[in-house]
């Protein structure tokens, strides 16, 4: 099993970026999906969670601002962010329960400055 995240990048206070991240290999099925995020200095904090059943969960500094989603079919999760701010800059890692077991993607950088 593999991750593949993209969607990474640059953007201006207030501007929008999409994270996806999509499993290949011997998937049969997955439950849970989240993306977690690190900043520098800091530890991974937990940003979005969805169930296979489309529940999700934001921490609260995110809230209102992205939204989390998943494609079932093809084995993907997304993350929109809106609104974008600097203290959102970060490295973001997908976690994916695929097959029973725990799964993190390469992190993907994302920044917030002017």
């Known amino acids: 099993v593999q991750l593949q995240a993209s969607g990474g990048g640059w953007v201006q206070p207030g501007g929008s970026l999409r994270l996806s991240c999509q499993a290949s290999?011997?998937?049969?099925?997955?439950?849970?999906m989240g993306w977690y995020r690190q900043a520098p200095g800091n530890q991974r904090e937990l940003v979005a969670t969805?169930?296979?059943?489309?529940?999700?969960e934001y921490t609260d500094s995110v809230k209102g601002r992205f939204a989390i989603s998943r494609d079932n079919v093809k084995n993907t999760v997304y993350l929109q962010m809106n609104s974008l701010k600097p203290e959102d800059t970060a490295v973001y890692y997908c976690?994916?329960?695929?097959?029973?077991?725990?799964?993190w993607g390469k992190g993907t950088l994302v920044t917030v400055s002017s």
């Open positions: 976690n994916l329960v695929i097959n029973g077991l725990n799964y």
């Open positions: 290999g011997r998937v049969f099925s997955i439950s849970n």
């Open positions: 969805i169930t296979r059943f489309h529940r999700t």
